[in-house]
Nanobody, 127 residues
């Protein structure tokens, strides 16, 4: 299984980005997908998750209303729309796939709940 997050970059505060991740070697449509981020010197933290059907989402409290997770199962791709970026959003962003197919509620927010991780994409927000 290979996952690669894409779409990061160097932006200014207030800008937006759309991150994407298209896993290979995985039956994408039956796995919960998550986004995490890791800032320098900090632990990796949960950002958002989406159910395998796309009907349910979960967000870390601080990004609610700012970030949106969605998926296109026909394109085997999960996205993270990040708006109104702030310097504190600077981090490497990772996508991940759940350990089990058809994972039930609630959507997992711990790194332990995800078995497949990709290379991250760097998001740097300047003030």
């Amino acid at each position: 299984v290979q996952l690669q997050a894409c779409g990061g970059g160097l932006v200014q505060a207030g800008d937006s980005l759309r991150l994407s991740c298209a896993p290979a070697g995985l039956t994408f449509s039956i796995y919960v997908m998550g986004w995490f981020r890791q800032a320098p010197g900090k632990a990796r933290e949960f950002v958002a998750a989406i159910s395998w059907s796309g009907g349910r989402t979960s967000y870390e409290e601080s990004v609610k209303g700012q970030f949106t997770i969605f998926r296109d199962n026909a394109k085997n791709t999960v996205y993270l729309q990040v708006n109104s970026l702030k310097p504190e959003d600077t981090a490497v962003y990772y996508c991940a796939a759940d350990r089990v197919a058809f994972s039930p509620q609630p959507l997992k927010q711990s790194t332990d709940g995800y078995a497949y991780w990709g290379q991250g994409t760097q998001v740097t927000v300047s003030s």
